[in-house]
């Protein structure tokens, strides 16, 4: 199986370099990894202690962020080395402050693996959520490199717990602990005799309650407000907008309506602009003269979670497409939220539909029903807007969790 998994992987590598002139995030993927080592040894220094830290993509890096910079605040001598897989990582946080050094994972291959760690020779590795590399994890277990899976979360019908999951359940018997999101998971690793598991929960948690504590007053957002209820579709795609659009067409004089588009390019807010009615202004455009608009269009990036204050109710978009955006950045303000059909994968989503600060659409009759309840009863929204900020204070703490078991030494292997 080690053989056919190598052999994976060089066909993979084939495969991108083949479409790579063609696929720009291909191309990206390439030109990452080009001369790799000898780029991260002009980086890194051998005689420094290095920690490493490796995510996905993104969103696995804003999963693990709290923990790159509680390691950064308790271990500061340690310098950090954070790599990604993907460029929509690694090309969004390349210049990321709290890490020293960043780069692209090299492929998997067992020379990559060991030139790799080689260079490194970290103090300790973590993982966030899904990683699970062969050759990497092989190197790391067979020099006793301690490794950490943060955030880590397990459903049945992966392949570890299926009959033909002998070779990726190796790869688990190689993490010196499980960090682990919820009890399910605890439960699964068990079945496989491994009780090297912390029920931490998600890392995520702690980082909205961050970003929350930073978020900068926006005052355009306020005037544009005024006395009025405030509705806010953030990371809104164009079949939440269609519903939404609708809605606001019909009854645009039942509280001011706030777009933070996914996508911020002119050609999309223009098509935006084109479904709605009535006034609108773009953020960009925004003047005391236009703050009688009844729809504002967030035509810039890096707003939508100090935004989200400002909100009487929030839409989290995506619901029609892969899966949601973030919905723990506008609970964390204590305002319940809505989204579209495609949540079921988002665990905290599930749970905020079960409590009741979050409800579900799926067309424009739904949207108006849950509207109608929450602005139509005062005690049903309040308890809506409690469930919401109290399911996220409650599952804070993760990181807290993780960094008592984490200090080199702290705890012990169980392999």
Known sequence: MKILYNIGIHIFNILVYIVSPFNPKAGQWIRGRK???????????????????HCASLGEF?????????????????????????????????????????????????????????????????????EFWYNYLSVLHRKGIPLYLVSGIFRPGQHFFRCYGSFSRRLLAKFTHFFVQDKQSVELLGSLGLKNVTLAGDTRFDRVVQIAAAAKDIPEIVKFRGDEMLFLA????????????????????RMKWVFAPHETDRANISRLEKLIKVRTVR??????????????????????????RYAYVAAIGGGFGKGIHNVLEAAAWGIPVLFGPNHERFREAVDLLKLGGAMTFRDHSGFENILEMWTGDENLYRNAAEEAGKYVKENTGATRRIMALITPGDINTNH
Not at 239 to 250: C, F, G, L, M, Q
């Open 35 to 53: 001369n790799w080592p000898e780029t991260l040894g002009k980086k890194i220094r051998p005689e420094e202690k290095h920690v490493w830290i």
């Open 62 to 130: 804003e999963q693990g962020r709290p923990v790159i910079e509680a390691i950064r605040e308790k271990l500061p001598d340690r310098k950090i080395v954070l790599s990604f897989f993907s460029p929509s990582g690694y090309e969004v946080r390349k210049n990321y402050r709290n890490a020293d050094c960043i780069c692209y994972l090299p492929a998997d291959t067992p020379s990559n693996a060991g030139k790799f760690i080689a260079m490194l020779n970290p103090e300790f590795a973590v993982f966030v959520k899904y």
């Open 234 to 253: 953030g990371s809104s795609w164009a079949d939440d907008e269609a519903i939404i659009t609708e809605y606001i067409n019909r009854y645009p004089g």
């Open 283 to 308: 953020f960009s455009e925004f003047t005391d003269a236009s703050a009688d608009s009844r729809v504002l269009i967030i035509d810039g990036i890096g707003m939508l979670s100090s935004a989200y």
